[in-house]
């Protein structure tokens, strides 16, 4: 599937740019080292047909990214006329600033009526505390999230929403204990908050995630529609 993404007012630092999908978590560029002038041209790129989401990631001084949704645009066509045999194409285009923007259009040739409709990203939740070793309170560390999604570092707990991202791998993410704390261990529930997806011990007062048993998934924002990572400190 051929996708056209267009970068209106990058900044000045951006640049080149690396592109993937969520078809394999962003692990495997589609592109690689696109130059800016290209994307704001428009870049036209062949992606799998099963993506819904593009990632658009600068490689250079600037190291930030944008998630883009793809849309499939979907095309009702009538005929004035029996006996009349008529086709359709379609072109999917991206384009963002800041914020990301997804435009889909549909050309019909002369004697049809083309209705486009486009549907919004589902956003997907993932909730990650630092908690106590009883787990009555919030603990004692900081949780750094991999910077490849750029995301805050924060104490206590932390609600991710991605747009049209349905699973969140932590790998590259850390959790750093206060002086004075270990961790305890760390464990991954499922949408209920009670059952145990995954479990590590770890008793040391650092610990870096790998890729493995903490990817987490979702089924959307909704309460109760969410995985949760739990990480337990205690005094050393």
Known sequence: MIVTITLTNPGADTGPFNIYTNVDNYVLAVATNVAKSLLVAGYSVDIPSTASTVKVES?????SSIFLPVVQPTTTT?????????????TSTSTSTSTST?????????????TTTTAAPINYKFYLQVRNQTDTGYGDGTFYLNATGGFNTFTTDYSLVLAGVSTFNPSGS??????GFV?????????????VLATAIVNSPNYTFGTGIFTMTSTGVSPGQFETIKVFTRPA
């Not at 850390?174 to 002086?179: D, F, R, T």
């Not at 961790?183 to 059952?195: L, N, P, Q």
Request: charged share 5%.
């Open 102 to 114: 997804t435009t889909s259009t549909t050309t019909a040739v002369p004697g049809t009526t083309t």
């Open 174 to 179: 850390s959790i750093v204990a206060a002086s």
């Open 183 to 195: 961790i305890d261990s760390i464990v991954r529930y499922a949408y209920d908050g009670v059952t």
């Open 78 to 90: 009538t005929s004035t006329s029996s006996s009349t045999t008529t086709t359709s194409t379609s």
């Open 59 to 63: 490689t250079g001084t600037c190291t």
